[in-house]
């Protein structure tokens, strides 16, 4: 009953048979090897962006901090919501690689920015003049920390404002396929055609050992990506074990198969804890939920062998963070169900 993250679950089978078949023999290193290249043209006719310019790095981190760095300058400002990964889990690396660009946070319900609330931050950044941080980038997070998704709609009402001040898109796609799955979008819909210029699409979280894709559908600023990318030390040398994984991943569409059993049993445990009187801090969407129970659960459902985070509750309950993966099956959902019923 392991619920601690996505992070913390094994690897497929599928993708240590492909790291055992891209090892074997000799391949062009940095990059130009061929399994790079044709993950790269999968990404592309995925997304339905021939365009687009694709490049692998190893976490999650390095995705987001470096494509924001790719489009801001120091004295930029990075509009997130206030519980954004970028803000709250990141160590600073945004501000870190972008060589001190502001991350401006904007509040909102459930962990989903709201359009009057970005509108209000726009209006009042970048306009002391010299004095001041100026307007940067739009980061959002889909799906978001606390769990919950943008529809293509949400996203491009959002990126309409800052598009309207001359602002870059950026999305955090560490959970993308579990997004895709809660909204039901095409990959399109989901990223270029609502307004985003750059992707960090996940792997790592949907089974990967350590892998992401940043995507510019806008070829732009890709160079200076690379540049920063080799810079910050994540242009990995042995990059065909970096594709090998993306492409089996990807490979008969087993990222979404993946991110819908997460999802699948995200929603189980809800239903179940919620049949239990549990009630929920955040609407369940994607593959997390965030449960409040009576005090004294916890430790009894650890005692039992459960793994989860604590998380901040109202007085008198307890709060924790449960998190779903591709592996996740009905009989590990329904034992920990049972420790509520039994």
């Known amino acids: 009953m392991i619920f601690t993250s996505d992070n913390a679950a094994p690897a497929p089978p599928e993708v240590m048979e492909a790291l055992l078949r891209a090892n074997a023999g000799y391949a062009r290193s940095y990059g130009a090897d061929d399994l790079t290249a044709e993950v790269q043209d999968r990404i592309r006719r995925i997304f339905a962006a021939p365009e687009a310019i694709v490049h692998l790095v190893p976490t999650g981190t390095a995705a987001n901090a470096l494509a924001l760095a790719s489009f801001c300058a120091p004295w930029s400002a990075v509009f997130c919501h206030t519980h954004a990964h970028i803000a709250e889990d990141e160590c600073g690396a945004p501000e870190f690689f972008s060589h001190g660009a502001k991350l401006v946070l904007v509040p909102g319900a459930h962990g989903k920015m709201q359009p009057d609330a970005l509108a209000q931050a726009l209006a009042r950044t970048g306009t002391g003049g010299v004095h001041g941080v100026q307007r940067g980038m739009l980061s959002l997070t889909n799906v978001t920390e606390a769990g919950t998704v943008y529809t293509a709609t949400e996203t491009a009402a959002l990126t309409a404002l800052a598009r309207a001040q001359g602002l870059p898109c950026h999305l955090d796609g560490a959970r993308f396929a579990n997004a895709l799955i809660a909204t039901g979008a095409a990959p399109a819909d989901l990223t270029w055609r609502a307004g985003i210029d750059v992707l960090s ?51 008969d569409e087993r990222w979404l198969h993946w991110a819908s059993q997460a999802n699948a049993m995200a929603a189980r445990l809800a239903q179940g804890l919620q049949a239990a009187g549990v009630t929920m801090a955040h609407p369940v969407q994607g593959n997390i939920l965030f449960p409040q129970w009576h005090l004294g659960t916890s430790t009894r459902l650890r005692a039992a062998g459960a793994m989860f985070y604590d998380m901040p509750a109202p007085e008198g309950q307890e709060g924790a963070r449960l998190v779903t993966s591709w592996c996740t099956s009905p009989a590990e959902v329904d034992a920990f169900l049972s420790l509520f019923t039994g």
């Open 201 to 251: 699409f996940g792997g790592t979280k949907n089974g990967l050992l350590g892998v992401e894709a940043v995507v510019f559908f806008h070829p732009e600023k890709a160079w200076e990506f690379e540049l920063r990318r080799k810079r910050a030390g994540h242009l990995v040398s042995k990059s065909r074990y970096l594709a090998a994984q993306m492409a089996a991943m990807l490979t």
